[in-house]
T-cell receptor, first 109, second 116 residues
């Protein structure tokens, strides 16, 4: 199956700092999505971004489909940004959404 | 609008017992899926369904059964629980796209299962 690699695996940020998370796919994917899992375990969909750039408040995401990667930008980080960020995508022609192992982010005040 | 509802939230089983994890969604989503989350492993797809009466295997289907008799419900059955099935289980749903993928995925709050 498709391989999804996320980097960095762990990140500690000072509140107010900016950061970039990266997601690489071993093959072309459709329906690329980013999720945030908060410290209580809830998984929230942040972006549905098969290509291009989207922004939602302090978060933005860019997907370069031809090069099989996506980036998630966190600006002016806050403690509520702590948690695990997952990216996922489906190979063309099927509905099996494959996840990476996540980016563990801790924002300290 | 409840979204995706999973029950129970917690469950402890003994090896060999069977049980069903329930999942229901009220968004009229055709696509539903089950994932398990283990430390350091991300989320791994167990089974999925693209509509009532249609199911397919994911990455880690062994030891689990599913059925989809209605659009709203997608239960996951453990036939004979094993300690290796100790995990957090998430149900998720979305609309499928005509191009073959899915729209944004919505998750339930998870079921924490321990098998002793």
């Amino acid at each position: 199956g498709i391989q999804v690699e996320q980097s960095p695996p762990d990140l500690i940020l000072q509140e107010g700092a900016n950061s970039t998370l990266r997601c690489n796919f071993s093959d072309s994917v459709n329906n690329l999505q980013w999720f945030h899992q908060n410290p209580w375990g809830q998984l929230i969909n942040l972006f549905y971004i098969p290509s291009g750039t989207k922004q939602n408040g302090r978060l933005s995401a860019t997907t370069v489909a031809t090069e099989r990667y996506s980036l998630l930008y966190i600006s002016s980080s806050q403690t509520t940004d702590s948690g695990v960020y997952f990216c996922a995508g489906t190979p063309y022609g099927n509905n099996r959404l494959a996840f990476g192992k996540g980016n563990q982010v801790v924002v300290i005040p | 609008n409840a979204g995706v509802t999973q029950t129970p939230k917690f469950q402890v089983l003994k090896t060999g017992q069977s049980m069903t994890l329930q999942c229901a969604q009220d968004m009229n989503h055709e696509y539903m899926s089950w994932y398990r989350q283990d430390p350091g492993m991300g989320l791994r797809l167990i089974h999925y369904s693209v509509g009532a009466g249609i199911t397919d295997q994911g990455e880690v289907p062994n030891g689990y059964n599913v059925s989809r008799s209605t659009t709203e419900d997608f239960p996951l059955r453990l036939l004979s629980a094993a300690p290796s099935q100790t995990s957090v289980y998430f149900c998720a749903s979305s609309h499928p796209l005509r191009t073959g993928g899915n729209s944004p995925l919505h998750f339930g709050n998870g079921t924490r299962l321990t098998v002793t």
